[in-house]
C-alpha cells in the first residue's frame, strides 16, 4: 500500500540548515509528485514546494529563495534542504503524495524545533 | 498568490445536526479545490477533490459544492468522528490552503 514517512533531525539551530527525507512505498517517484507541506504548531498549512514525477521541481515563493527539493529515485526518497532557519520555522513537516493537484496520501510528519 | 478566505474559524454542533463551512477564493479556481479533514495529532485526509468528488472511502455523509470562487463543505447527520480541523485548497495555481475550521461537539 502506498506509505509516506518522513525523517530528520527534531532540533534545528537558529540560521542551520534543515535536511529531511521522505521515504515512499507503494509507488513510483517517476509517476507521482511529491510535496512539502508544514504546519506551525496549532496552525494551518503552508505549501512548500513539490518534485515532480520528471524530476522538475515547483517552490513556494515566499521560500524559494532558501529551499530545495531532491530526490533518489532508486531508494525512493525525496528530500528538503532549507537554510537560514529561524524561530518560525518551527513547524511539522509533512510529505504528501501528488495527484493532478491534490495531496492524496501523507505522511506521518516530522516535528522540527529550532532554538539554541 | 491564490487567497483562500475559510469560514468560520470554528463550530460548535450537535449530533445528527448537519454543517456547511464555506471557502472563497480570490479569483476563479474553476473547481479546483480540495477539502480535507484532518483530526488531532494526525495528517490531513483528503475528503473532496474537483470541489465535488468524493475521495476513496468517504462516506456518503460529506458533500462539496461550489464554482468560480466560492465552494462549500457540507457534513450531514454530525458523528462524533467527525470532530476535527477542516481545511479547503486550491490546485489551480500554486496550492494554498484555507485557515482552517475546527468542529466540535456541542
Known amino acids: 500500500q502506498v506509505q509516506l514517512k518522513e525523517s530528520g533531525p527534531g532540533l534545528v539551530q537558529p540560521s542551520e540548515t534543515l535536511s529531511l527525507t521522505c521515504t515512499v512505498s507503494g509507488f513510483s517517484l517517476t509517476s507521482y509528485g511529491v510535496n512539502w507541506v508544514r504546519q506551525p504548531p496549532g496552525k494551518g498549512l503552508e505549501w512548500m514546494g513539490t518534485?515532480?514525477?520528471?524530476?522538475?521541481?515547483d517552490y513556494n515563493s515566499a521560500l524559494k529563495s532558501r529551499l530545495s527539493i531532491s530526490r533518489d529515485t532508486s531508494k525512493s526518497q525525496v528530500f528538503l534542504k532549507m537554510n537560514s532557519l529561524q524561530t518560525e520555522d518551527t513547524a511539522i513537516y509533512l510529505c504528501?503524495?501528488?495527484?493532478?493537484?491534490?495531496?492524496?496520501?501523507w505522511g506521518q510528519g516530522v516535528m522540527v524545533t529550532v532554538s539554541s | 498568490d491564490i487567497q483562500m478566505t475559510q469560514s468560520p474559524a470554528s463550530l460548535s454542533a450537535s449530533l445528527g445536526e448537519t454543517v456547511t463551512i464555506e471557502c472563497r477564493a480570490s479569483?476563479?479556481?474553476?473547481?479546483?479545490l480540495a477539502w480535507y479533514q484532518q483530526k488531532p495529532g494526525n495528517s490531513p485526509q483528503l475528503l473532496i477533490y474537483?470541489?465535488?468528488s468524493l475521495a476513496d472511502g468517504v462516506p456518503s455523509r460529506f458533500s462539496g459544492s461550489g464554482s468560480g470562487t466560492q465552494y462549500s463543505l457540507k457534513i450531514n447527520s454530525l458523528q462524533s468522528e467527525d470532530v476535527a480541523s477542516y481545511f479547503c485548497?486550491?490546485?489551480?495555481?500554486?496550492?494554498?490552503f484555507g485557515a482552517g475550521t475546527k468542529l466540535e461537539l456541542k
Open positions: 479569483e476563479d479556481i474553476y473547481s479546483n
Open positions: 485548497q486550491q490546485y489551480n495555481n500554486y496550492p494554498t
Open positions: 474537483d470541489a465535488n
Open positions: 504528501a503524495r501528488d495527484v493532478r493537484g491534490t495531496f492524496d496520501y
Open positions: 518534485i515532480w514525477n520528471d524530476g522538475s521541481t
